[in-house]
């Protein structure tokens, strides 16, 4: 049954419009472009997207991670634990689609590609350089393993930390690293009234990017 208190819930998308003649040939300088705006418009946390995978078993799994990087224009960078659900699934399937909503903007755009590991000397500059109780963290944390309690993982923190003592910046961990997404389609979204929303999608065909409409 439909819930009045969430169906009733709408609203007008009027801010902008988005046309073929608007956007760069290149789909990866364009979200750069976009990314840029919302960037200068304070939107909250304008890096975060939605990063969705696939299980040996079909079943697809979503979770929020920041972007960290956009390398050579040519994929997008996130950092994760390897041995997590989405390490396990990227490992069987490298394929994986990403979203970035910004309402504030009223735009939204989705990647789909295939992923590969960073390289190892990126990986190990950007864990340097995090805050060290991120970095303890990342040693600390069996992520998405089942653990007893908060108080277990506080205290594999704290013995980390002596382990390491004054030792500043750490190691990165070896189940610890980069992933990029090579992408071969990009779609961006522009709210617009009466739900007829502009969409423009990009497809990667050789080393050049295709343009099309597509209808809301």
């Known amino acids: 049954m439909t819930d009045p208190h969430l169906a009733d819930l709408r609203k007008t998308y009027a801010q902008r419009t988005l046309s073929e003649t608007d956007v760069l040939p ?3 300088q364009q979200f750069r472009q976009w990314l840029d705006e919302a960037i200068a418009a304070q939107v909250e946390e304008p890096t975060a997207l939605t990063l969705s995978t696939v299980a040996a ?3 697809p799994s979503s979770r929020v991670v920041l972007l960290k990087g956009l390398p050579d224009d040519a994929g997008f960078l996130f950092y994760t634990n390897y041995d997590s659900q989405k390490g396990h699934e990227l490992a069987a399937q490298p394929l994986a689609a990403l979203n970035f909503f910004w309402p504030a903007l009223e735009r939204q755009v989705r990647v789909e590609g295939r992923v590969e ?5 990126m990986s190990t500059e950007y864990f340097q350089s995090r805050p060290r109780s991120s970095q303890l ?4 944390s069996p992520q998405s393993q089942v653990i007893g309690s908060r108080e277990e993982l506080e205290a594999r923190e704290t013995k980390i930390a002596e382990e390491f003592g004054a030792q500043d910046p750490l190691p ?3 189940h610890w690293g980069g992933y990029i997404l090579r992408p071969h389609r990009l779609e961006f979204w522009q709210g617009r009234p009466s739900r007829l929303h502009d969409r423009i999608v ?3 065909l050789g080393s050049s990017w295709q343009r099309s409409r597509l209808a809301p």
């Open 57 to 59: 078993t079909g079943q």
């Open 137 to 140: 963290g990342a040693w600390a």
């Open 117 to 121: 590991k960073a390289p190892e000397a």
């Open 26 to 28: 290149n789909a990866v």
């Open 202 to 204: 990009y497809e990667l």
């Open 172 to 174: 990165r961990p070896p």
